[in-house]
């Protein structure tokens, strides 16, 4: 992303905040894994969406910026070079190459930033503390925004907390050109992973060999990471929704489902295709993705802005329901989730499940998934199709097209093994 994009989003945030605003956002740490050992840092999204720095380089790193009626001024609050810590944990970004990917001019070693925010404080010209305050449970553990919250009540209980995550969420819903550019580039690589696994292919092969073939085809085009962990199943595993395994074998007459996605420039791709590990289709096999494609093929024709976004679900799970019916699948009382265990418009960008504001219509410049799953445990197949839309002024861009989705396109690509 070009670092206007990003100081656009600040700009865009600024002039939602209250007059006389500190602004504080954290790049978050690197977890406690075990002894010693630590998880691989993944940078908090809001952070990297705002200031365009993202990696490991910016672990720890803090935006602070101060709103009052002459402007906004910003710092970034970095770890200073350290020789001999850079031995051990990689290189350090400079001053000079934070605000060339930044925009930020301001740049302290990190150990200032306590001072920096007392003094903001304590001056009398700030009322309000904006913080990007969310979890997905309330007894997730607190994070540094989270106890800067506490810690300003009690010790500065004149600034007003105030949760900026809403407006955050507002505008990463809807797309830059830039931003869609960078999710067509990874599904280019998310398309060359998923076809390679498919001309892998074969009864006996391990999950784990399915993986390996995926992780070469990304990494072989400079994506060290995928967007996501990714889901790869045989057989039994695949009614397991979120199954990470990888441990199944692959047996004659199984199917093989994936949710996967590579990440490009910051942006995920989230695609879920199944297969037959032979190459080929049996009747009933054929049957069941025929509905999901149908469905899938259904709801791109009819997607488009002012829809409600729980639409999507709904006339998804409605449709293929009918579909479900006339094979004599599903009895004419029973309801679509006995077999489609899960909803799938969840939006993509920043995050696999991007955090948007998920109670505006569809609009255009939204990208989020088309995922039909259909599980029937009684048969042995289970499987999900998923494609990212992107809605259009006057209707929707499937831009997972390119990869193989009909059978027919399926088993073509498979029989090049």
Avoid at 365 to 374: P, Y
């Amino acid at each position: 992303m070009e670092r206007s994009f990003h100081e656009e989003n600040r700009r865009k945030l600024y002039d939602a905040l209250p007059e006389r605003s500190l602004f504080v956002c954290f790049a978050g740490q690197a977890l406690p894994q075990s002894a010693d050992a630590e998880y691989a840092y993944f940078a908090n999204r809001n952070f990297a969406y705002l200031s365009g720095l993202d990696g490991a380089e910016v672990r720890d790193f803090i935006l602070l910026a101060r709103k009052t009626d002459a402007g906004v001024e910003e710092t970034v609050f970095a770890l200073p070079p350290d020789p001999m810590a850079e031995r051990w944990t990689g290189r350090r970004l400079k001053p000079e190459e934070i605000t060339e990917r930044s925009g930020v001019t301001a740049v302290l070693p990190l150990g200032r930033f306590e001072t920096v925010f007392h003094a903001a404080a304590m001056s009398g010209q700030y009322r309000v503390l904006a913080l990007d305050l969310w979890k997905k449970d309330r007894k997730d553990p607190d994070t540094e925004a989270y106890r800067l919250a506490a810690q300003a009540g009690a010790d500065y209980p004149f600034l007003r907390v105030e949760n900026c995550h809403s407006q955050l969420c507002a505008q990463r819903t809807i797309k830059a050109p830039c931003e869609i550019e960078a999710m067509r580039k990874a599904m280019e690589i998310t398309k060359a992973g998923i076809e390679a696994m498919m001309r892998a292919s074969r009864p006996g092969m391990y999950e784990y060999e399915y993986k390996a073939a995926f992780d070469h085809a990304l990494t072989s085009r400079g994506v060290l990471v995928p967007a996501f962990p990714s889901i790869i199943a045989a057989g039994e595993n695949n009614f397991c929704i979120h199954y990470y395994s990888y441990t199944g074998q692959a047996m004659d007459g199984d199917m093989v489902l994936n949710d996967v996605g590579a990440a490009w420039d910051g942006m995920c791709t989230d695609v879920s295709r199944g297969w037959p590990c032979s190459g080929r289709f049996s009747p009933r096999q054929r049957q069941l993705y025929e509905c999901a494609y149908r469905t899938s093929q259904h709801m791109f024709s009819i997607i488009r802005p002012g829809m409600p976004m729980a639409d999507v679900d709904r006339l998804c799970h409605q449709y293929c329901g009918g579909l479900l019916r006339e094979i004599g699948l599903l009895g004419a009382d029973e309801a679509p989730e006995k077999y489609m265990w899960h909803g799938g418009a969840h939006h993509v960008g920043w995050d696999v499940h991007d955090q948007v504001d998920m109670t505006r219509p569809v609009a255009a410049g939204m990208v989020f998934c088309v995922d039909v799953g259909i599980y029937v445990e009684d048969w042995g197949i289970g499987f999900r199709l998923e494609d990212n839309c992107l809605v259009t002024e006057d209707g929707c861009v499937n831009l997972s097209a390119g990869i193989p989705r009909s059978a027919e396109e399926i088993e073509a690509v498979m029989a090049e093994n």
